[in-house]
Structure formats: structure tokens, C-alpha cells
């Protein structure tokens, strides 16, 4: 059975930097794209970056210019680097990737962010 699991999320001061993790377990398949999602209290999950097997990568505004997505495909591993963290980046972060058009979802990781 395919999974994701993320790590990496906490609490850090705005200003502050934190680094997450996304680890797939189940396949020796390479998913096609990756993404990193959030979902903060009392709003929809939004998608804020995605990274194609080759690298190519779209971030949303909001985080654009602060965030980093990458990935190691050899250990099916999508990473996200946030900088700069502001109070409003708190919510709680999900990964997922596709694997032969079907798509899998991690559990989420929190980040809380104080000001």
C-alpha cells in the first residue's frame, strides 16, 4: 500500500525557517508530480507548490520568493524549505504525489507560526 508521511512541522517564530519532509513508502514506482498543500483553520486546503519527476517547479503567490520545493527521486522524497515565516503560513501542511494518474495524500504536518 502506497503512503505518504510528512515530518518536519512545529512551532518557530515569525522570521523564523523550517524545513519538512515527505517520504513515500509501498511503491518502487516514481510519482510524476509532487505538491505540498495547506490547510489553515476555517479555510480550504490550498496548493501552494508542485514539482514535476524533472524538476520543474510553481509556487503560489503567497509563498513565492520564501518557499522552496525539491525533491530526491531515488528515495521518492519531496522536500519544502520555508523562510521567512509569517503568522499567516500556520495551518497545517499536506503532501501528495501521483503515481499512474492516481493520487496520494499524506497526513499533514502542523506549523504554527508566533508573532
Known amino acids: 500500500q502506497v503512503q505518504l508521511a510528512e515530518s518536519g512541522g512545529g512551532l518557530v517564530q515569525a522570521g523564523g525557517s523550517l524545513r519538512l519532509s515527505c517520504s513515500a513508502s509501498?511503491?518502487?514506482?516514481?510519482?510524476?508530480?509532487m505538491a505540498w498543500y495547506r490547510q489553515a483553520p476555517g479555510k480550504q486546503r490550498e496548493l501552494i507548490a508542485d514539482?514535476?519527476?524533472?524538476?520543474?517547479?510553481n509556487y503560489a503567490d503567497s509563498v513565492k520568493g520564501r518557499f522552496t520545493i525539491s525533491r530526491d527521486n531515488a528515495k521518492n522524497t519531496v522536500f519544502l524549505q520555508m523562510n521567512s515565516l509569517k503568522s499567516e503560513d500556520t495551518a497545517v501542511y499536506y503532501c501528495?504525489?501521483?503515481?499512474?494518474?492516481?493520487?496520494?495524500w499524506g497526513q499533514g504536518t502542523q506549523v504554527t507560526v508566533s508573532s
Open positions: 514539482i514535476t519527476s524533472g524538476g520543474t517547479t
Open positions: 501528495n504525489g501521483d503515481i499512474l494518474n492516481r493520487i496520494y
Open positions: 509501498g511503491t518502487f514506482l516514481q510519482f510524476n508530480f
